[in-house]
């Protein structure tokens, strides 16, 4: 009864390993490393090491070598001195590489499978012409207990690079067919097949790395460049009538100026409106402003915004009331109040009167003076 309550007190419990990059160190900028030589040619991207003397590099010369080759005597080909750090660095993320948790044993036959992110013992290896397909961003670390032969391709999908793939082969890794992917730690030697292209290093602590017209063009993952968040200019359109003004903030229309700008026009709204732009200079006008209306801006209507900021914007529009003026009356004399019908007569004709009379007495006199 005991037992049976002991074995009933067990709990499993199921453990998920995430796999994690090595760490090459100053061991990342070399395309190929080799212990005893480096025979044939190609194209290679990266630097080239020999762990030995240059007279080691039988075909290999600076013409078709992206980045330095090195060897440690300073004898051409291998013109400069191998830093031992480098060394160093690969056999560290060798074992790094050894005490990650596994994620599981798969193949040893690789072809059709479709990994995501992780650690994997594959025993010897092989992808025999088929497709090996990587699902997903992440670290891939395929530990082979003896050698690994291919002459199939990786497939790439949902962010999976081949910067991010490790292959650790405890003897020989000979790669035939047209492509392969991934840093090759090697522990007796990389063989690689005619024409060959290798996204990815070899790198053999132990033995030789042998070419024939192959193409090691990396790898290399390209930091991203951070995104860069918008400004938002938030713009609302204030509108008060208090003067017997009828208009609504939709009747008034808006513009921004500046850089990448989402909406450069647009009508008011009393809600606002979410314009972004990139960081920089900004402003906020209203081009027309209706009669019958005082404009006033906010300080946020104009000036620099930076990325990620918000700013807001408010333009009010305020009615006035309007006054109607009297016409001015024409100046005129004053009447005289005398009229026989008890309404005055106007200056005008009692002036006309008055120089009639004038002349007519002025007519008169002199004819008396004649006679």
Partial sequence: MLSLVLLLGITWTTVTFSATDPGLGVASTFSIIAQTAITGTGTISGDVGLNSTGAGITALTDSVVGGTIYSTDGVAPGLEILNPAVQANLSTANGNISSQGSDGSIGPVLDGLTITPGVYDIGAGRLNGGVLTLDGSGIYIFRASSDLVSSGSINFINGARACEVYWKVNTLATINGSSFAGTIIAGTGVHFGSGVTLDGRALAL??????????????????????????TLHVVKTVINDDGGTSVASDFTLNVTGTNVSTSSFAGSADGVDVTLDAGSYSVTEPTVPAGYLQTASADC?????????????????????????????????????????????????????????????????KKQTA
């Fill in 302 to 366: 104009s000036g620099t915004i930076t990325a990620g900021e918000t700013k807001t914007c408010t333009i009010t529009n305020n009615d006035v009331a309007i006054t109607v003026l009297s016409p001015t009356p024409t100046p005129s004399l004053p009447n005289t109040g005398v009229g026989a019908d008890g309404r005055s007569i106007p200056w005008s004709i009692v002036s006309l009167l008055g120089v009639a009379t004038t002349l007519i007495l002025l007519y008169f006199l002199r």
């Fill in 206 to 231: 132990g033995g030789d790395v042998t070419l024939l017209n192959n193409t090691i063009s990396g790898p290399s993952c390209a930091t991203p460049a951070p995104s860069v968040l918008p400004a």
